[in-house]
Structure formats: structure tokens, C-alpha cells
């Protein structure tokens, strides 16, 4: 019953239109040559104010399917773009995976009945990790702000790699 009397009345009044507001705009060019517009002209450009007209104009039947035939022919530009620029992604990342596999694997590994790498293994593996982590800094060093700092979308352009650790340092 409450939701009858109270509710019902307040969605009818919210979804009803209303009518559109109408308040006069006015231009006027200051000393400076600036234009401005508001709802009263300042005293002292009286003279340089004039009215503008707001009236809205609704557009006829055929501006409208101009309209729609221009909309609908955006939709499907931007769906052939969208497209291209999906498959653009796909053959990128087809062949950056195999890159990416390549440079993450070491050089030199323990081989089975191997205690530990031999001297010149480490330090193989140690070349591979800094040639590694110089092309993830040559990366970034493009998207570094001044003052110190990374751009965000830095790290969807560049692999963060951790600076390597001299192999005989313990």
C-alpha cells in the first residue's frame, strides 16, 4: 500500500520529461579582445553584449539516418580496426614467446652427477643475466621521468629483470 502512494507517484514524476531550461546567454568581448559568455552582460560592455540564440533543433528524418548510416559505418571502421590491430597483437606475441624462452635460459646448467658450475660456467651464466639486465634498463631508461621514476606503462613495454649477483660474491 505505502509503495502505491508514495513510490509509484515519485517514478512517474522522475521518468516523465521535463520541460527544458530556458535562460538567456549572453556574449560580450572584453577591453583585452577575450570573449565571454554568461547570463548577464558586465555594465561596462553593454554596448559589445549581444544574445545568444540556444534554440535546439531537432533534426529531420532523413539528418537522423544520415546519421545512423555514419554511425553504423564508424562502428564497423573501428570494428576492422579493432581487428587488424588484434591480430597485429597475436603475430607480436607469436614471436616474442620463443625470444623470451630463449633469453631466460642460462647458458650453462648442472649436468646430472655434477656437484656445482665450474668458474668459467658461472661466469657464462653471469655474462647471460647482465646482457639481460642491460637490454631490461636500455628498456626503461626510455619511459624514466625527470626527477627520478618510472612511467607506469613502462613495465607492459619492458621485462623487469633483477640485477645479477657476481657469482664469486657470497
Known sequence: MWFRRTMLPLCVFFMSPLPPASAEVYKWVDDAGNVHFGD???EQ???SGESV???VRI???EEQRQA???AESL???A???GEQRREKERLEESEQVPAQQNVSTLPEEVKPGQGRLTREQRMANYEAEMQRYRESMACFGKYQIKGGGTRGYAFEECESVKKPRYPDVR
Open 79 to 81: 570494428g576492422e580496426l
Open 53 to 55: 540564440d540556444l534554440s
Open 75 to 77: 562502428q564497423r571502421v
Open 59 to 61: 533534426p529531420s528524418a
Open 45 to 47: 560592455h553593454k554596448q
Open 40 to 42: 548577464r552582460i558586465p
Open 68 to 70: 545512423e548510416a555514419r
